[in-house]
């Protein structure tokens, strides 16, 4: 590392935050404003889920005086989640003071350098170790700025940020790809088992060609079908309780998967114990948490063992596809979610899933469906199974780019 040199980042770049947006500020619509939380969710390529706005006239009167994050620029959380990076892109958002840091006018230091700083190894001990309080930690902007990183020449730190972000462009194009083939099977399960459109023994739409409906205690449902609990054609399995004594960060045994990991597919915790009713969870089955919230999702991440207060909704053949399981709970289940609401978490049971009534179609159509689903489902999976693959090649070279190991 003859050729890399140390600095302190403040004398890379300006560290700042943002003028303070009161709660009375928020609007129902305008200009985006994130917290850490939000920006954590941007971060991970996730769907932004507390949706804050603040006035056209506020944001252009901060940009007039202050200025705003532009396109390059870097935020990083700085309460409670600490070190969690995020490269603006071409975008208009404000962000709120206190929660996030602002980083920008850079020189001779790449934000995408910077970023990938933070990520690895190193970066994370800085930020460790220098964070402040008892209760919740924080990193200041005086903090911050004393930072020390060593650097390569500013061309070689554009090449190293290069082939991360070639890296993690390909997990990102993979993850659109997801949405869409998800949204593809969602569309084609609501023309078949919502509009009833599915096709007839002649090819045509059933229910738009004229297909004879009767009544229901659900509305009108085609001639044949029929309405009653989902136990005709699906399962439910609820996870296991498991010692959390037993726990362990070191990867020894098998994921744990908890409530926490069905959005990030990414168990933190391994358990080496088997119980009686160990359930194993693959990509690609139907799982829900059963505390807070219920959205039920398809488990995209390794092959790991269910925990308790999580359960598993599977078919009884294997001919019918988890799309199919997942559209059809996932109503029922958002239903449990609205009505149970108030000042302590809501659970969810098997006596709230017993509960749950649905269109039951002939087995026929379902299969006929899973044929099609499948495919969009195989397909998913397996991009789902590269980005893992993708993810750790990225982890790998991360700190071996970083400590000049791996030279470019």
């Not at 949706?51 to 006239?57: D, G, M, V």
């Not at 597919?265 to 358990?271: G, L, M, V």
């Not at 078919?315 to 302590?344: A, C, H, R």
Request: hydrophobic residues 35%; neutral net charge.
């Amino acid at each position: 590392m003859t050729s890399w040199n140390t600095y302190k980042i403040g004398d890379l770049c300006k560290i700042s935050s943002s003028k303070r947006i009161f709660a009375k500020e928020y609007k129902d619509s305008g200009i985006p404003f994130y917290r850490g939380k939000e920006i954590i969710e941007k971060q991970k390529g996730n769907k932004i889920s507390t949706e804050l706005y603040i006035s056209q006239e506020r944001y252009d009167e901060i940009k007039a005086k202050h200025g705003v994050p532009i396109k390059g620029d870097m935020l990083l959380t700085s309460v409670g989640t600490l070190g969690i990076p995020y490269i603006v892109q071409d975008e208009v958002f404000y962000f709120k003071d206190g929660n996030l840091t602002w980083f920008y006018n850079f020189e001779g230091i790449d934000s995408r350098y910077l970023y990938y700083w933070f990520l690895s190894p190193i970066g994370k001990m800085n930020i460790d170790s220098k964070a402040i309080g008892s209760t919740q930690k924080a990193l200041t902007i005086e903090t911050l700025s004393k930072f020390e990183i060593s650097l390569p020449s500013l061309a070689e730190q554009r090449r190293i940020a290069g082939i991360l972000v070639a890296i993690d462009d390909k997990i990102e194009n993979n993850r659109r790809i997801n949405t869409n083939l998800e949204l593809q099977a969602q569309a084609l399960y609501k023309q078949w088992f919502v509009d009833f459109d599915f096709p007839n023994e002649d090819g045509k739409s059933y229910k738009s060609s004229g297909g004879k409906m009767v009544d229901s205690e659900l509305g009108q449902i085609p001639e044949g079908w029929s309405v009653g609990d989902i136990y005709k054609y699906i399962k439910v399995i609820y996870g296991a309780p498991y010692k959390s004594s037993l726990f362990n960060e070191k990867k020894e045994g098998n994921p744990l998967i908890r409530i926490r990991d069905l959005k990030t597919f990414a168990p933190q915790y391994y358990t080496k114990e088997i119980l009686s009713n160990t359930e194993f969870i693959n990509a690609g089955d139907v799982v829900a948490g059963m505390d807070a919230e219920f959205e039920p999702c398809l488990w995209l991440g390794e092959r790991g063992v269910l925990n308790q207060r999580c359960c598993k909704f599977v078919g009884k053949q294997d001919s019918i596809s988890n799309y199919y399981v997942m559209f059809l709970v996932k109503p029922e289940l958002e239903f449990v979610q609205s009505y149970k609401t108030g000042t302590t978490v809501s659970h969810l049971g098997k006596a709230d899933i017993d509960k749950f009534v649905v269109v039951q179609p002939p087995f026929a159509v379902i299969e006929k469906f899973s044929k099609i689903a499948d495919a969009l489902l195989n397909n998913k999976i397996k991009l789902a199974k590269e980005n893992i693959t993708l993810a750790t090649l990225r982890d790998t070279l991360l700190p071996k780019l970083m400590n000049g190991e791996i030279k470019l």
